[in-house]
C-alpha cells in the first residue's frame, strides 16, 4: 500500500494534468472507448460509464495556463472558467475527446456549448437542460429523454447498446464512489487534523480523470488512513465554505482559509462529485427511471438549480447544523451571478438565526491572500473570543 503522502501526491498530479493524460491512456486501451468531458456541475457520469465511456471533468486552467485567445470570447464582466475552457480547446487540449456535455449552469454556460459547435470541437455536444418541475411525470420524463440522447450520441461514436444490466453496475461503482467520499466528509468532520482540505480536494478533484474503479481503490485508502489517529488537533473553528460550485477557487485559497484558523468541513468544490445524497437503486429493471427519480428527490442544493419547493437557504441551515459548523464563508468567484444573487437570502437567513458569516470573492487564478487570511483570521478569533466569553458567562 503506498503512503498517503504518495497518494495524495498523484492525486494531485492528475488532478491538474490539463493534457488529461491519464483519460488519453485509458481510451487507448479499447479503441471502442469514449472520452466525454463536462463541466463540474452533476452529469449522470453512470450512463457514460455504462456506454464504454469516461467522464472527464473540465474545470478551466487556473493559474496554470495564461488564457489570451480565451479573452477574446467573452466579455471582461464575465468569470474566467469559460475563458479558460475556450483557451484549452483553442490549443487542442481536447483531441482525443469525443463529446462535450455543459449542464446547465447558467448563460454563460450555455453560450459556451454554441461556441463548442461553432469551433466543431468534439463529435457531439450537449447542453444539458434539467428539470424544473420535479413531478416524475413531467420532469422525470424529461430527464429520461435528456439521458437517452446522450446515450444514443455516445452509441453513434462506438456502436455501444447500454443494457440494463451495465447501467445498474454502473450505478452501483458510482454509489460506492459517494459513499467513501461521504464517508471522509463525516471522519473530517470529527477529526480535520487527519486529512487537510487542500489535500482531500486533491483526491476528489483526481476522481474527475480517471475511472471510478480506480477512484474507489483510491478513495477506500484514504478511508483506511484517517481511520487511524494521526496529527495534532489545533485550536481552529470548523467551516463550511459556500459558493465554489463552478469555478473552483484557486488552492492557495483553501490553503489560506485553513491557515487562518478555519478546518473546512464542508464544502461545495466539485460539487457534482456528491450530488445525489444517499445511494440510487442499482438493481431495477428501469435505471434511468432510479437516475432520474434521485435527481428529482435527492440532489443537493446549490445556485445552479431551481427548486422552490425546497429552500437551498432552509437547506443551508440543516447542514451546517449537521456539520456542526462554528460558521459560514461564503466565497464565490467575481461575476458569477447565481452564486452573488443567492447571497443575500443566505446572509438574511443566517442572521435571522445568529450564524456568523462571512463573504468574499474570488478568481481561479488569482486571490488578494493575504487580505483574504486577515479578514478570515479576524472572523476565525472572534468567534473564538465569543464563544470562551459565553461560556465563561
Known sequence: MKSLNNVIEECKTLAFDLKFTRAREWKAEDENRVIIGYMPIYIPREIIHAANGLAVGILGVGDRKQVIKGDAFYQSYICRIPRGIIELALDNH????????????????RNLSGMFQLLKVGTFINYLDFPQNFQSE???????????????????????????????????????????????YNTRQNFPWRLSAEEFYYIIRAGMVMPVEEHNN???????????????????????VIGSFCEQPPVGLIKTIEMAGCYIVEDDFTLGSRWIQGDIEDDTDNPLNALSDAFLKRSTFS?????????KEKRLLELAKNRNVDGIIFAAPSFCDPALLDLPVYQKTCDEKNIRY?????????GQFKNIKEQVGAFSDSIKLWSEELVGG
Open 138 to 184: 413531467i420532469g422525470g420524463s424529461f430527464y429520461q429523454n435528456e439521458m437517452y440522447y446522450i446515450l444514443n450520441e455516445i452509441k453513434k461514436i462506438n456502436g455501444v447498446e447500454v443494457s440494463t444490466d451495465q447501467l445498474n453496475n454502473s450505478i452501483k461503482l458510482y454509489n460506492k464512489n459517494r459513499k467513501l467520499i461521504e464517508k471522509i
Open 303 to 311: 445556485s445552479s438549480i431551481y427548486d422552490i419547493e425546497n429552500p
Open 218 to 240: 483510491i478513495l477506500e485508502e484514504v478511508v483506511e488512513y484517517i481511520s487511524m489517529e494521526n496529527g495534532e488537533p489545533m485550536d481552529k473553528i470548523k467551516v463550511m
Open 358 to 366: 462571512i463573504s468574499f470573492q474570488y478568481s481561479e487564478n488569482t
Open 94 to 109: 481536447f483531441k482525443d475527446f469525443d463529446g462535450f456535455i455543459f449542464p446547465s449552469i447558467c448563460d454563460v454556460i
